[in-house]
């Protein structure tokens, strides 16, 4: 049996059904690989056990012969894959549960595996972008918001910017990123572009 967690959604990556006239242009989710190696540090990790298990061995060597050597480097060997597999089922669980949601008026995205949070950006909100793209075109698109507008950067990991002081939320590890930053872009210069028109009630004439 199927079962949606996230099944009291109206729209799916959406908290509620978008106003009249706002449309989704794109959505997308993060790639659990480049997620697990740029956010995760997959590959640092994974370095970090092959130098101890190197290190084990060349110390081991001054003392046993060399096959021997080898089988003590074997528990660290096993420690790395484990910690590696785990760091990717993290990742992997954070994609899977992850929604960006591109529309005509906002940038939204769903996040979250324990506590799903949606994270609204309209584009009037929306100081500047910074594209990050990888040869394989994957990439990232953070956000600069504007005003005072304060994001906690726990509560948004990893779907944000890093190595910046103010918190920049962003598409992580996106799959054709150019593309998108392109949808983007355009439809924020016609969103922030179109005038803003205001009902007011008729003056009372004077009597």
Not at 43 to 48: F, I, L, M, N, Q
Request: net charge neutral; with cysteine; charged share 15%.
């Amino acid at each position: 049996m199927h079962h949606d967690d996230f099944n009291f959604e109206p729209i799916r990556g959406l908290p509620g059904k978008p106003p009249e006239g706002e449309e989704i242009l794109w959505q997308g989710a993060p790639n659990p690989w480049r997620l697990a190696v740029e956010a995760m540090a997959l590959r640092w990790v994974a370095g970090y056990f092959v130098l101890l298990a190197i290190w084990r061995v060349g110390a081991s060597s001054a003392t046993f012969p060399i096959g021997e050597a080898l089988l003590h480097a074997v528990p660290l060997v096993l420690m790395g894959v484990v910690t590696c597999a785990i760091l990717y089922v993290v990742a992997w669980v954070q994609a899977r549960s992850t929604v960006y949601t591109l529309t005509n008026r906002r940038v939204c995205l769903r996040i979250g595996a324990a506590l799903t949070m949606t994270l609204n950006l309209p584009f009037v909100k929306i100081g500047s972008a910074h594209l990050s793209q990888r040869r394989d075109g994957s990439g990232t698109i953070a956000f600069e918001t504007l005003g005072g507008t304060r994001i906690s950067y726990l509560m948004t990991w990893p779907h944000v910017r890093p190595w910046v002081f103010r918190t920049q939320p962003a598409l992580r590890c996106i799959p054709d990123v150019e593309r998108v930053a392109e949808i983007f872009a355009e439809a924020a210069e016609a969103r922030i572009n179109t005038p803003e028109v205001a009902i007011t009630a008729p003056a009372m004439a004077a009597e």
